[in-house]
Antibody
């Protein structure tokens, strides 16, 4: 059974760096073809894909946010970490980590989401 | 980037009726199209991938069709648990995945 869970601060100040951790179970990020992605959703708005990391440490980012994002993995801890620099109130959103169906790009398992509010 | 649009923004349907949701891509995505259902306070749930394939455990009343730039999600007979927001996502333009703005299906 695949499960994912996001953790991180619910509140960050403008200009600060956000660090979110995805802790997962039911699969191994060292197995060929396996990845973990991050998607966010501002309140009442649509989903936005952010980043993706694969078993071989291949990393992909949304072009519009690439300069602010870093995704890393710790296979031994079954965790993936997303950092986003220079946070702004427009970055207020629920951040989801999710398991992609092999290398295709759609997501078959999602975490419950973590709401992050950016405010001074 | 490929831009996804969805119509209508809101669809009001009575229980038991058919619902037809549309998704359009700004350029061809072949069959690289997924549909998700999202209920308030919940994460999205995968319904359909490869434009027409139902995900594991998805009831047969959900069906997807289309290819290229025009796609449709059909719910043949709406149940009370189907009232939600539905998103399409293209994944053909790897890894520049993009989602549509969503269609809200509410009770008429």
């Amino acid at each position: 059974q695949i499960t994912l869970k996001e953790s991180g601060p619910p509140l960050v100040k403008p200009t600060q760096t956000l660090t979110l951790t995805c802790t997962f179970s039911g699969f191994s990020l060292s197995a060929r073809g396996v990845g973990v992605g991050w998607i966010r959703q501002p309140p009442g708005k649509a989903l936005e894909w952010l980043a993706l990391i694969y078993w071989d440490d291949d990393k992909r980012y949304s072009p519009s946010l690439k300069s602010r994002l870093t995704i890393t993995k710790d296979t031994s801890k079954n965790q993936v970490v997303l950092t986003m620099t220079n946070m702004d109130p427009v970055d207020t959103a629920t951040y989801y980590c999710a398991h992609p169906y092999d290398t295709s790009g759609f997501y078959d398992y999602w975490g419950q989401g973590a709401l992050v509010t950016v405010s001074s | 980037d490929i831009v996804m649009t969805q119509s209508p923004a809101t669809l009001s349907v009575s229980p038991g009726e058919r619902a037809t949701l549309s998704c359009r891509a700004s350029q061809s995505v072949s069959s690289g199209l997924a549909w998700y259902q999202q209920k308030p306070g919940q994460a999205p749930r995968l319904l359909i991938y490869a434009a027409t394939t139902r995900a594991t455990g998805i009831p047969a009343r959900f069906s997807g069709s289309g290819s290229g730039t025009e796609f449709t999600l059909t719910i043949s007979s709406l149940q009370s648990e189907d009232f939600a927001v539905y998103y399409c996502q293209q994944y053909n333009d790897w890894p520049l995945f993009t989602f549509g703005p969503g269609t809200k299906v509410d009770i008429k």
